[in-house]
């Protein structure tokens, strides 16, 4: 269907065509109080279709894959191309040589993840929930959930490009709140992974989502001042998030980064290693290959403190003058596997030097701004003095600049987990200005 679709397009005139036709088949149950809230099981395919004739781009989508339709669709949207502006940097990327990435090895699809039985993902969420409203000082619960995907991808363009996969995934989450009427606190904790082996246990994710959600009862409120912040791994998580967005070639050549022109530039501490890397097997963003069919790779974006690369797809590349890193997403730019690299710091050794100190657990609201770098969220943490953890806090906001914070990094943790497909260990972070009372 995919080369058939390539050749009509060709055949009514486009110059360049790429065809992606997408198949997924999805579970997920929400349970509450040991109840079925939602259950949906669905399958769906569908087709996204790119046509550029004389430089002119127009995109179209259809979940109705008859010949029919889709010939009609061809026509119209050939035709939409030409109301469209031409682009001198529109075009599909150059011809790659074979695909030599071995598919099996990235380790992508679990056949044990279409033999679940529906009632064995629901028995997992129930028990996973049970455990937790077991344990003691749990008065609530957001629910837990199971769900699982199975996709197949396949990819054809008019450069000779056309290849497919298929991909798995499934995930196992709470969520809870502790305390009682104006004094509750709430915390969570989930496993995603490819592999069902390798998803934490019902009572692993209880244990650490209670825990997560106990150890916030009762915070007090603190003064105004700077002090070192420990980032634990998802907020380290959330902090490479910002710089993902911050790194993307959309965004450098639209000047709505604070990284504009820094290329070959120190911007962060020697300690700070980051890597944009679509090869790690069984890792959440791996892939063979990016939306545009450019075979993925490890791209170093920050190695010993120096900005090294941008992330880009073929149009951004062309437009800032360098090479796609096979990190085209739909028609934008996405990461794959964005990590910083681990570190040697015990999270426990960190917390043992901080003389007074935060510990960040949550951010809440926007605050962020990619033109400036500036950082305002609201936050939770866990109150440090001499080298031990006091009590919880709350009402606080963490202000900042991403900038600053990547030069002011004292520790890199030993705790990166790929838990998501953006992802760091802990971090040190000196003199942050962390507002309360």
């Known amino acids: ?74 026509k119209n949207t050939i035709n939409r191309a030409s109301y469209a502006q031409p682009d001198e940097f529109s075009g599909l990327p150059s011809p790659a040589p074979e695909l030599e990435i071995e598919i099996p090895a990235l380790r992508l699809f679990d056949p044990d993840v279409p033999e679940l039985e529906p009632e064995r993902k629901i028995a997992l969420a129930k028990e996973t929930e049970r455990i937790a409203l077991s344990e003691k000082g749990i008065t609530n619960t957001h629910g ?28 196992l989450s709470l969520g809870l709140q502790a305390g009682e009427t104006d004094a509750r606190a709430e915390g969570y904790w989930f496993s995603t992974q ?43 998580s959330w902090l490479l998030g910002f710089l993902c967005a911050c790194v993307s070639g959309v965004s450098i050549y639209q000047e709505a980064s604070f990284l504009v022109n820094k290329l ?13 890397d679509g090869l790690l097997p069984a890792k959440l963003g791996t892939r ?52 910083l690299q681990a ?46 953890i006091c009590y919880p806090v709350s009402e606080i906001t963490i202000s900042g600049n991403l900038g600053e914070f990547l030069m002011k990094v004292e520790a890199v943790g030993d705790d990166l987990d790929f838990r998501t497909s953006v992802c760091g260990p802990s971090l040190l972070i000196g003199d942050v200005l962390v507002s309360g009372e």
């Open 343 to 388: 570190g040697r710091d015990q999270s426990s050794g960190m917390i043992s030097t901080m003389d007074k100190g935060l510990i960040l657990m949550r951010t809440i609201g926007h605050g962020l701004n990619p033109l400036t770098g500036d950082i305002s969220r609201g936050a939770f943490g866990l109150w440090v003095e001499g080298g031990e």
């Open 264 to 276: 070959g530039e120190r911007i962060a501490s020697d300690k700070i290693n980051v890597f944009d």
């Open 194 to 236: 490819r592999l069902f082996k390798d998803i934490e246990s019902p009572e692993e994710v209880a244990k650490k989502a209670v825990a997560r959600t106990l150890r916030l009862l009762n915070p007090r409120k603190i003064k105004t001042q700077s002090v070192p912040v420990l980032f634990e791994p998802m907020m380290s």
């Open 144 to 171: 837990a959930s199971f769900e699982t995907k199975e996709a197949q991808l396949t990819l054809a363009n008019s450069m000779g490009f056309l290849n497919e996969y298929e991909e798995t995934l499934c995930s």
């Open 1 to 74: 269907m995919a080369e058939d679709i390539v050749s009509v397009c060709r055949k009514c005139g486009a110059d360049e065509v790429e065809v992606s036709l997408v198949s997924i088949s999805e579970f997920s149950v929400d349970v509450r109080w040991q109840q079925i809230e939602n259950l949906v099981e669905a399958n769906t395919r569908y087709l996204s279709l790119k046509v550029i004739k004389e430089k002119r781009t127009a995109y179209a989508t259809s979940s109705d894959l008859t010949r029919e339709t889709l010939h009609r669709l061809i």
């Open 288 to 339: 063979p290959y990016d939306s545009e069919g450019v075979p993925s790779q490890t791209t170093p974006v920050i190695e010993k403190g120096e900005l090294r690369n941008f992330l880009c797809n073929t149009y951004a590349a062309r437009k800032l003058k360098l090479k796609s890193t096979a990190n085209a997403d739909g028609a934008g730019v996405g990461p794959t596997n964005f990590y």
